[in-house]
């Protein structure tokens, strides 16, 4: 069992910038690689940004030029710094853990086996 603890969301104005932090504890070792995923009311969880434990990103067309995630293996915590933000940002932010082959599909929610309870972001305009 792994357990993720997200922090740092909030409320900021389009253009502004925040940083999440995802912290693992429990059975890290067996991790492969981690992500960022949002989703808003009513529609599917969707990948914002992915990284293996080895270095390899992954990231949504979306966010591409204005996120960056990054991870302190010492220190077991994965991180997204969410600048340029726009309202359409605007979600609740899950931290997932999972195991397995890194691929095309690391975008995918069902690739990951252990998720946090979610921080939440909101832009507005």
């Known amino acids: 069992q792994e357990q993720l603890v997200e922090s740092g969301g909030g409320s900021v104005q389009a253009g502004g910038s925040l940083r999440l932090s995802c912290a693992a504890s429990g059975n890290t070792y067996s991790t492969h690689y981690m992500g960022w995923f949002r989703q808003v009311p009513g529609k599917e969880r969707e990948g914002v940004a992915v990284?293996?434990?080895?270095?390899?990103?992954m990231y949504a067309d979306s966010v591409k030029g204005r996120f960056t995630i990054s991870q302190d293996n010492a220190k077991n915590t994965l991180y997204l710094q969410m600048n340029s933000l726009k309202p359409e940002d605007t979600a609740m932010y899950y931290c997932?853990?999972?195991?397995?082959?890194?691929?095309?599909?690391?975008?995918?929610?069902?690739?990951?086996?252990?998720w946090g309870q979610g921080t939440q972001v909101t832009v507005s305009s």
């Open positions: 997932a853990a999972g195991r397995g082959i890194w691929g095309p599909l690391m975008l995918v929610p069902s690739k990951y086996n252990y």
């Open positions: 990284i293996h434990r080895f270095g390899a990103s």
